[in-house]
């Protein structure tokens, strides 16, 4: 099993809509995830941490689930400037493992 | 303003060449990582450092090596480049502890001919 496991997409959504992205890891021992947003040839940048059951900023919420071993990511009122492919990493020890993204195309 | 340089955007080097990409952090940070992000494959990490000498092997080792000399610098090293080592070479650093976000370079785009 992967470390870090997310469906690639991509989810195409029009302007408005609502869309929820989940990523599944493997090690329990992982202490607090996070998600970053990357556009397009660009490095990625911190979206949101989660450190306990969940985090929330402004349209965008992150949960997590310790018993299933998932984060999700929730984006309300789509943007198109939300376009772009967000990763997670959980962060357990030294070692830091991204999952290969998911990429959200809004479009208008 | 925390920062995290590469020293190059973009190089081209020839098959067989000795590559050195470099990495600069401004933050005191202990852990330094070193990926390779190819289209569908998503970001692999390659070798990270959790101190200054130290390396450990990422999922992808195989025709790199590293170098830690000072707390600030990491270098990736292409021993001898091949073309399956074109590109985006990203590097990151973080802080010792678990709650530490990761901050990024702004990558190397490397094309190897």
């Known amino acids: 099993r992967k470390e870090v496991e997310q469906d690639p997409g991509p989810f195409n959504v029009p302007e408005g809509a609502t869309v929820a992205f989940n990523c599944t890891y493997s090690?329990?021992?992982?202490?607090?995830f996070f998600w970053y947003r990357q556009d397009c040839r660009k490095e990625p940048k911190l979206l949101m941490s989660?450190?306990?059951s969940g985090n929330e900023d402004g349209r965008f919420t992150a949960q997590l689930n310790r018993a299933s071993q998932y984060i999700s990511l929730l984006i309300r009122d789509s943007k198109l400037s939300d376009s772009a492919t967000y990763l997670c990493v959980p962060r357990g020890f030294q070692k830091l493992v991204f999952g290969t993204g998911t990429r959200l195309l809004v479009s208008p | 303003d925390v920062k995290v340089t590469q020293s190059s955007r973009y190089l081209v080097k020839r098959t067989g060449e000795k590559v050195f990409l470099e990495c600069v952090q401004d933050?005191?940070?202990?852990?330094m990582f070193w990926y390779r992000q190819d289209p569908g494959l998503g970001l692999r990490l390659i070798y990270f450092s959790y101190d200054v000498k130290m390396k450990e092997k990422g999922d992808i080792p195989e025709g790199y090596s590293v170098s830690r000399e000072k707390k600030e610098r990491f270098s990736l090293i292409l021993e001898s480049a091949s073309t399956n080592q074109t590109s985006m070479y990203l590097c990151?650093?973080?802080?010792?502890?678990?709650?530490?976000?990761?901050?990024f370079g702004q990558g190397t785009r490397l094309t190897v001919v």
């Open positions: 989660v450190y306990s």
């Open positions: 933050m005191d940070h202990e852990n």
């Open positions: 990151a650093s973080t802080g010792g502890g678990r709650a530490s976000e990761a901050f």
């Open positions: 090690n329990s021992a992982s202490q607090s």
